[in-house]
């Protein structure tokens, strides 16, 4: 399970360095039939493909929006339910944490709820001087991760707290 969070944090830390600013209009964003909505400055780019994990290849979908040097990311997948069953919810979410945090530093972890489910909350310090944010919750075998990442102080930010606000779990 580690691999699938690590791929969202590779592709928000691809990003570069810089960027001009750009005017936001922010959108919601909500997959007809998945399961969640949440506000982004600009329209997601949807990208999905299948990575290989230890349970076999697990599509994932994320939408994503790279502002340079800030990027906001939204992803689900779905686990076979045999990856996770008889599981300790609250183990499979330690493991997702920590394939989240991997080298990094963990600053802060709040265990909350999202939409009645168990979720968390994690602020993450990188070697290259960025933050990640995130927030992750699963409801079954569906996971839900919505991630800001950015420069070290970001996180305190109006859009970054705007993103992470605006993440529910609503009817499929």
Do not use: C
């Amino acid at each position: 399970m580690r691999l699938l969070p690590r791929l969202a944090i590779a592709i928000a830390l691809a990003a570069p360095a810089a960027a001009p600013a750009q005017a936001q209009n922010w959108v919601e964003h909500k997959p007809e039939g998945i399961g969640y909505r949440i506000e982004m400055p600009a329209a997601p780019k949807v990208q999905s493909r299948d990575v290989p994990t230890a349970v076999g290849p697990i599509k994932t979908t994320m939408a994503v929006v790279d502002r340079g040097a800030v990027g906001f990311i939204v992803s689900h997948n779905d686990y076979p339910a045999g990856a996770i069953q008889g599981r300790p919810l609250s183990d499979v979410l330690d493991g997702i944490r920590n394939g989240q945090v991997g080298a990094h530093k963990l600053r802060n972890e709040e265990k909350i709820t999202l939409g009645g489910q168990p979720a968390r909350h994690l602020v993450i310090d990188t070697a290259q001087g960025q933050v990640v944010v995130s927030r992750i919750v699963m409801v079954e075998n569906r996971l839900f991760q919505a991630i800001y990442v950015g420069p070290r102080g970001g996180e305190d930010g109006d859009d970054a707290k705007r993103f992470m606000a605006s993440f529910q779990l609503v009817q499929r």
